[in-house]
Structure formats: C-alpha cells, structure tokens
C-alpha cells in the first residue's frame, strides 16, 4: 500500500533489535485518516462475509475498529493479555512470547465473543516471528469459527512470522512488507 510505505519512509524510525518504530502515527499516536485508508484497503483485500474482526491489545484495537466500519460495522473482538476479574465466562486460551518484551504470557477471550458460525478476520499492527498471530489463530480454532484470513499493517519480511503463517494455508495480507534494512535504510517487498 503506497500511501503506507510512503508513511514508514518518512516517520518511521529504525531501532536496534530490528524494531521499527512508528509511534507517530501508528503505535501511540494515530493517523485516523490513514487507519482510514487501511479499513479500505483490508475490505478490499477480504471482500468476503466477515461477521467479526479479531486483534488483540492494545496496538490492534485502533486499527481493527476503524477498519469495521468499512465491514457493515461488525464487531470488533480483542484478546487480552492479562486475567481479570471481568473475565469471568468460559475462556479460550494461547500462549504467546512478546516480541518487544521478550516475556511469555497468555492470552484470553470469552467463548461467547467467537462462535462456530463465524467467519473471523484477524488483524494486527505488525507481524515479526508470528507469535501473536499464532494465538490469535489458536484462539479461533478453538472456537470452531472459520478463519478468513489475516490483515496486518506491518510485515517484517526479515523475520519468519510472515513464511510460519503462509505455510499454514493461511490468507495472510500485509499492507507493507519491510526487508531487512541494509546500512540503516528502509526498503520494502514488491507485492
Ligand atoms: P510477533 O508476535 O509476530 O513476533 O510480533 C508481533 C507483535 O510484536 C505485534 O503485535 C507488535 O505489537 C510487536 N512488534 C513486533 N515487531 C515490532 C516492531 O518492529 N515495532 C513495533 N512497534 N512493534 C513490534
């Protein structure tokens, strides 16, 4: 997506670790115009019956719920990332190791959200080794719902998430795909 590409040339920043930072208008501030831009290009992507959208806290609550709209405004489900005395039905559950945090935890939705007459959209901000995809997916597979695909805003082309989740059958889209950035600068897969 060029407006997308075009964005992460010009505020993203490249940290150690190969962490890309775009907190200016993705990850802390956000860009409604531009969230608007990829709702459109997702329903473009998966103009299939999609009755709810699944993502998981915090980053992918944004994104998911401004793209619903452009989804008859379907609901938005997100999995969380800690017990709470609100979660108090019966409980789908995955592991998932942090990418930013390097920590493991678990994390949760209430059965009643994800029904086997559904048909899930999972959409996320970035996707590196496929952790948080991979319990998303689990989380729909235990449910008994039909998974449509996955969007994601950011791909890390360099990491392994993108090839683990394509070699699952899985229809995976990323609206940009980041190659391993040579001498600092930021370069992008044709798609
Ligand atoms: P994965 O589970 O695919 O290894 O990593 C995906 C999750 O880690 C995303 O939900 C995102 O929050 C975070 N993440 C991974 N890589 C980056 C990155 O380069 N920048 C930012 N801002 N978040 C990242």
């Given at each position: 997506m060029k407006l997308l590409e075009e964005r992460i040339l010009k505020d993203g920043v490249l940290k150690d670790g190969g962490i890309l930072k775009v907190?200016?208008?993705?990850?802390?501030?956000?860009?409604i115009g531009l969230l608007q831009e990829i709702g459109k290009e997702f329903r473009r992507l998966f103009p299939e019956n999609i009755t709810r959208i699944l993502t998981i806290e915090a980053s992918g609550i944004g994104i998911a719920t401004i793209a619903a709209q452009y989804f008859d405004n379907i609901p938005v489900v997100f999995a969380k990332k800690s017990m709470s005395?609100?979660?108090?039905?019966?409980l789908l559950t995955s592991k998932v190791i942090s990418y930013t945090k390097g920590l493991e935890f678990d994390i949760f939705v209430e059965?009643?959200?994800?029904?086997?007459d559904d048909n899930i959209l999972i959409i996320d901000d970035f996707l590196a080794n496929g952790q948080a995809l991979n319990g998303l997916i689990d989380l729909v597979n235990g449910s008994g719902a039909n998974l449509i695909g996955c969007g994601i805003?950011?791909?890390?082309?360099?990491?392994d998430g993108g090839q683990i989740i394509r070699d699952k059958g899985v229809h995976l889209e990323s609206l940009a795909i980041v190659e391993?950035?040579?001498?600092g600068k930021l370069c992008f897969r044709k798609q």
């Amino acid at each position: 997506m060029k407006l997308l590409e075009e964005r992460i040339l010009k505020d993203g920043v490249l940290k150690d670790g190969g962490i890309l930072k775009v907190d200016s208008f993705l990850n802390h501030q956000m860009d409604i115009g531009l969230l608007q831009e990829i709702g459109k290009e997702f329903r473009r992507l998966f103009p299939e019956n999609i009755t709810r959208i699944l993502t998981i806290e915090a980053s992918g609550i944004g994104i998911a719920t401004i793209a619903a709209q452009y989804f008859d405004n379907i609901p938005v489900v997100f999995a969380k990332k800690s017990m709470s005395k609100n979660l108090d039905g019966d409980l789908l559950t995955s592991k998932v190791i942090s990418y930013t945090k390097g920590l493991e935890f678990d994390i949760f939705v209430e059965k009643k959200f994800l029904s086997p007459d559904d048909n899930i959209l999972i959409i996320d901000d970035f996707l590196a080794n496929g952790q948080a995809l991979n319990g998303l997916i689990d989380l729909v597979n235990g449910s008994g719902a039909n998974l449509i695909g996955c969007g994601i805003v950011i791909e890390k082309g360099f990491q392994d998430g993108g090839q683990i989740i394509r070699d699952k059958g899985v229809h995976l889209e990323s609206l940009a795909i980041v190659e391993d950035p040579k001498d600092g600068k930021l370069c992008f897969r044709k798609q």
